[in-house]
């Protein structure tokens, strides 16, 4: 049996990282009332989803006053709810809400890691989520990604790899010698 999540109208949507630089991971945590979502993601998936929703906000009608940044840190929590395999993003205009969905990358079956097939007959084999915001939650959403993104190590200019001060190897010179900064 999979979790479903369907938060509607959540008083808070954020990301941050748990970890130091270059070991960090991100999260995307929701509380609507007594619930709160939290789900590990990816840092791609932050950097992706922050533009994204950049770009789909840039085209609606501006957004009102933005939550407060000091209201926007993470919670504590013990383990995150799921896993983000996949994310999806739209706009609904009817409610003038912004919408996510988040699907768990696989599900634990028999202590085993199952990842969904195209031919599972069974639905629900992983949790997923839907994440209903208002127009300001999500430039506020999109802002803070994009921050701790940028926060990180600096990309490698050949490989787009992140730059580690212990050492790169890069793929691009296959480890002959260093990247020109």
């Known amino acids: 049996m999979s979790d479903e999540y ?10 941050g990282t748990v970890g130091p630089v270059g070991e960090r991971m991100f999260i995307l945590q929701v509380r609507q009332g007594r619930v709160l979502l939290t789900l590990k993601v990816e840092k791609a998936q932050v950097s992706a989803l922050s533009r994204y ?8 009608r501006r957004p009102g006053e933005l939550p407060e940044p ?7 929590f ?13 706009y609904d205009e009817e409610s003038d809400r912004v919408v996510i969905v988040a699907e768990e990358v696989g599900a634990a079956v028999d ?3 199952v990842l969904p097939t195209e031919d599972d007959d069974e639905p629900g084999l992983g949790a997923s989520a839907r994440l209903s915001m208002t127009r300001e939650q999500a430039a506020a959403l999109a802002i803070r990604g994009t921050e701790l993104v940028e926060a990180g190590r600096p990309p490698c200019p050949l490989c787009g790899y992140p730059l580690d001060p212990r050492g790169h190897s890069c793929p691009r010179t296959n480890g002959h ?4 900064t």
């Open 6 to 15: 369907d938060l509607a109208n959540p008083d808070r949507v954020t990301v």
């Open 53 to 60: 929703l950049g770009r789909l906000l840039g085209e609606l």
């Open 70 to 76: 000091t209201l926007l840190g993470i919670e504590g």
């Open 78 to 90: 013990e383990v995150p709810d799921f896993v983000v395999g996949a994310l999806g993003v739209s």
């Open 111 to 113: 202590d085993e890691q």
């Open 177 to 180: 010698r260093p990247p020109l």
